[in-house]
């Protein structure tokens, strides 16, 4: 779809920290980084968020987190992890492609900072995150 910002990211026109890629989804670290790991995944076919997401679609992503949860807290050692899916505006959804967040937790009370961060990010950092992470889906 023109203009999301996600549909660059799967196409490639915008760069990503990937931590997993199949024919149909796609994880990525979000720039944000809430927690460190703090990870986005979404349906590659652009759909607005599960309140118009089909089936189909759902049965996709959502059979992906699993796998990813793991590995996710494997490669950072956390201890807990919280999934967690905006929809719409008042649910707090900024970008209108549907994704889920999967944020590592590491103690009660860690930084859990669900923010836009205006600072640029550490990409170098990202990348390198991002490799541990998939090394471990792919275990
Ligand atoms: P929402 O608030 O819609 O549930 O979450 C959107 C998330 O997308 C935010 O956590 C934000 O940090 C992240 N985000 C926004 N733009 C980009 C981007 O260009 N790249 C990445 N990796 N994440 C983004
Ligand atoms: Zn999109």
Redesign the pocket.
């Known amino acids: 779809m023109e203009n999301c ?1 996600f549909c660059k ?1 799967v196409s490639g026109d ?1 760069p ?2 990937k931590v997993y890629e199949d024919d149909d989804v796609l994880a ?5 980084q ?1 927690t460190n790991g ?1 990870t ?1 995944v979404i349906p590659k076919k652009h759909v607005r968020n599960v309140l118009e997401m089909d089936e189909a679609t759902a049965e996709t992503v959502f059979s992906r987190v699993p796998k990813l949860a793991r590995a996710i807290k494997k490669a950072t050692g956390a201890q807990g992890l919280n999934i ?3 929809n719409e505006e008042a649910a ?5 492609h549907a ?1 889920i ?1 999967l944020l590592p937790r590491y103690q009660e009370g860690d930084e859990f900072n ?1 923010q ?2 205006q600072h640029e990010p550490d990409f170098a950092k990202l990348a390198e995150l991002a490799t541990t992470i998939q090394k471990e889906v792919n275990e």
Request: aromatic letters at 16%.
């Open positions: 910002i990211i915008i990503s920290s990525f670290l979000d720039i944000s809430a703090h986005l967690i899916n905006n707090g959804q900024t970008v209108f994704h967040h669900f836009f961060v």
